[in-house]
């Protein structure tokens, strides 16, 4: 089941996109000043296309280029200064497009399928900075320099860039002679004649990463590194000049939008529309998804030419950055670990996966209590979870040491593996939860904590919407780009005909900027997959804003109600909700009063679906299988009508009647009840 939903990220993105007409990448500016200062380089680039064998690196050569990266964060404010993690993105991200492992290759039209290329090359964060002491090749330096940066940032701080790939992350770039248009990034391309001192990619913050202050897919950096690379803009020059590869239709001027009738050239034979594909053009990210076999070759001719961009992915310059696979370097790991997922069904296998930093690990030993196996000494086991009885979660720790010949490193994580039995579910109707209860984790929910912290979802007692508690996360104190999560028991929805899930939340922001996310999101397979059925940031979340100091809820009014309509998940299969959040900055979000609003098919209704419990019983007893709100009598036998009402959300009934039996009646059900 595909759903298309206009999420506010893609509104956001659509309002930033908008206005970016003009010049949207720094490069061609700055190489009309480079031509100036270095006038052998035009005859360079000339004689080096001449050298590269378009023909013969069309196919894939099975050797994959490896560029070490470091990322220098150049920030004004805090807002600026973004997370480990979405530089991690952004770098995931930049590898995906130049495999072509990114997501969406099969929108690659069939016209230019049979170009398009795996340029088999991949960056890395380095491992060891240029003093040889361990690092994770990110660095943080404050500086007003970062808005309506240039150049200018560079001097701040830059590593060899002949080992290292530098990129510059900053709020804002300005660049003289750029014209109209807001720049997003800019990078040299390679040319021995011109000087080194500035080689590197300069980037805005908000085009780095898919995550955190990121609001695209990350294609300015695959464009800004493509020239970093010795690509051109396919539309240089016009219909007669271009980018020297053959198979990049020419283009007249840049491509913006996402336009697949243009054709701006009609001087190709045959004739092509223009390939708005190309990540080297325009175009609006969610266009692009490709580089052609001959800016493969360009680029990987690049890399074959030591005095050009070869001696970054030599085995020497491996070594000296640390990316050299599996290399002894001068410090012990520091164990990190993550799982493919972490609320299943019993016997899922679950993979679990070393993301540990730092030094090479040479030893691994996980435990896994609960699981089989239960400990692990491989470095990225497989784990499946038996949970043998009970009818609620039950949440199982892992702990994973990591060490080599320097030291060793431990991290464990409570609870991190929920396992349910698939057959004991609730039913639809009967889901409500306003946390009265019992604390969190418990039957209904699951508290999913990825980085392990201590900043979770937790029962709280000062602040509900309704009845006496709520749940609240700390995001006041959470790390940027932390992900928490409730997820629900199996809902059971078999007999649904329609469904609304809503539920109250109250979240407030810091002062300045805030890119706080609450996802809503429905499996309908274990957890296995997750579809996204909702998503609520900047005003649709924020109850109130500029808020400097540890935010609770004061009024009603601070408490914002959403009701996402769920149809289309009515089924055999349970399902499981999934509310998400994930920091980007803000204050203290809450969440209260859940419901899931069923409409059960009536015709559908029979006997063997309606369970009372207990049966006989002592006058109190639930009725299991019925919407909440719908019209009961109960009857003597002799047909006296004794008790009538409507049935709670919590179904439960409490009957005053000498003991025997009676009659339980619902739609055009009736039931025997026993009371002893
Ligand atoms: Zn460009
Ligand atoms: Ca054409």
């Known amino acids: 089941m595909q759903k298309y939903i206009l999420s506010p990220i893609l509104a956001v993105f659509i309002l930033l996109s908008a206005p970016l007409f003009g010049q949207k990448c720094g490069h061609d500016v700055l190489e009309e000043e480079v031509k100036r200062l270095y006038p052998n380089f035009e005859a360079d680039e000339i004689e080096f296309i001449s050298s590269v064998n378009f023909n013969e690196t069309h196919n894939t050569e099975a050797v994959v280029h490896t560029i070490p990266v470091v990322v220098h964060i150049i920030y004004d404010t805090q807002s600026d200064n973004i997370s480990d993690k979405q530089v991690r993105d952004a770098i995931i991200g930049l590898n995906e497009d130049y495999r072509r492992l990114n997501a969406d290759t099969s929108n690659t039209r069939s016209i230019f399928q049979g170009v398009a290329a795996d340029c088999e090359i991949e960056f890395q964060l380095a491992k060891l900075d240029p003093q040889g002491n361990c690092t994770t090749a990110i660095t943080r330096t404050q500086s007003a320099l970062s808005v309506g940066a240039n150049n200018n940032v560079k001097g701040l701080i830059s590593w060899p860039n002949n080992k290292y790939l530098n990129i510059w992350v900053v709020n804002s770039i300005t660049l003289s002679g750029s014209g109209t248009g807001t720049v997003l990034g ?25 995550i ?28 007669f000049a271009g980018d020297n590869c053959a198979d990049t239709p020419p283009v007249l001027e840049a491509s913006y939008g996402c336009n697949t009738n243009a054709n701006t050239c009609s001087n190709d034979s045959p004739n092509k529309p223009d390939m708005i594909e190309n990540y080297m053009d325009y175009a609006d990210d969610n266009c692009m998804n490709l580089f052609t076999d001959d800016q493969r070759a360009i ?36 164990a990190n670990f993550k799982a493919s997922q972490t609320v299943v069904c019993n016997g899922t296998a679950v993979q679990f996966t070393d ?56 991290s464990s994580i409570d609870g991190y593996v929920s396992v349910q039995l698939p057959n004991s ?22 508290v999913e ?56 939340y109250a979240v407030a922001s810091k002062p300045g900027f805030a890119m706080d996310q609450l996802n809503v999101s429905v499996s309908q397979d274990c957890g296995q997959t997750w579809e996204s059925v909702r998503s609520l940031l900047g005003p649709l979340l924020y109850a109130t804003t500029n808020k400097p100091n540890p935010w609770n809820p004061t009024t009603s009014s601070n408490w914002r109600k959403v009701t996402i309509g769920l ?5 055999n299969q349970p399902i499981m909700i999934k509310i998400g959040f994930i920091s980007g900055g803000g204050n203290n979000a809450f969440l209260d009063d859940f419901n899931l609003d069923v409409t059960l098919d009536q015709e559908d209704l029979s006997a063997a679906h309606i369970t009372i419990y207990p049966n006989p019983s002592n006058g109190r007893f639930s009725v299991q299988g019925l919407p909440a709100g719908t019209p009961y009598t109960i009857y003597s036998t002799d047909g006296r009508a004794l008790q009538k009402g409507r049935l709670d959300i919590d179904a439960s009934l409490e009957l005053s009647a000498p003991a025997g039996y009676y009659l339980f009646q619902a739609a055009s059900i009736r039931k025997a009840l026993i009371i002893q």
């Open 186 to 210: 800019y990078a040299y391309k390679p040319n021995p004649g011109q000087s080194t001192t500035y080689d590197g990619i300069v980037i805005r913050h908000d085009r780095m990463g898919r």
């Open 212 to 239: 955190g202050t990121g609001v695209s897919m990350g294609r300015t950096l695959t464009h800004e590194a493509g020239h970093y690379l010795g690509l051109d803009h396919p539309f240089k020059g016009g219909c």
């Open 299 to 334: 680029i990987r001719s690049n890399l074959a030419n030591i005095v050009r961009r070869g001696y970054l992915v030599s085995t020497t310059n491996a070594q000296t950055t640390g990316i050299e696979p599996g290399m002894a370097l001068p410090c012990a790991p520091q």
């Open 355 to 410: 993301i540990s930093t730092f030094g090479n690990a040479t030893n691994w030993s996980w435990y896994f209590p609960g699981g089989t196996p239960s400990t692990s000494t491989a470095q990225n086991p497989t784990v499946t979870y038996n949970n043998a009885s009970g009818n609620t979660f039950k949440n199982y720790d892992v702990g994973l040491t990591v060490s080599n010949a320097v030291g060793a490193s431990q």
């Open 425 to 446: 579910t609730i039913w639809a109707n009967n889901f409500n939860s306003g946390f009265e209860f019992n604390p969190i984790p418990n039957g209904t929910w699951h």
């Open 449 to 504: 904590n990825s980085e392990g912290d201590n900043i979770k979802w937790e029962r709280n007692s000062f602040n509900s919407f309704e009845g006496d508690y709520s749940v609240k996360l700390d995001n006041y104190n959470n790390a940027p780009d932390n992900s928490d999560a409730l997820v629900t028991n199996f809902i059971k929805v078999d007999r649904a005909t329609a469904m609304n899930f809503s539920f109250r």
């Open 567 to 571: 149809n289309d998940y009515v089924g």
